[in-house]
């Protein structure tokens, strides 16, 4: 829980800083983590990464008990 907070106030703290624009993707369902290495990659050869500092995907962590042990996956929070 404590890494969800965290999180949560660097994200109020970007929103706050107007220095930065937010731009939202929509892209093909289960895709969404090939995109973002794209993006990344593409910003790397372009030399643009004082421009972009951050890339997000909608996912939340789910805990699971099987066999006694604690599971945690990553489900996306929209379909």
Avoid: C, H
């Amino acid at each position: 829980m404590q890494k969800t907070e965290t999180n949560t106030k660097e994200i109020k703290r970007q929103i706050e800083d107007n220095t930065f624009k937010w731009y939202v993707l929509s892209v093909v369902s289960g895709q969404e983590e090939l995109v973002i290495e794209n993006l990344k990659e593409r910003i790397k050869k372009q030399d643009l990464a004082n421009d972009v500092i951050d890339f997000m995907s909608p996912m939340i962590n789910e805990s699971s008990l099987k066999k006694g042990e604690k599971i945690v996956k990553q489900r996306k929070l929209y379909p």
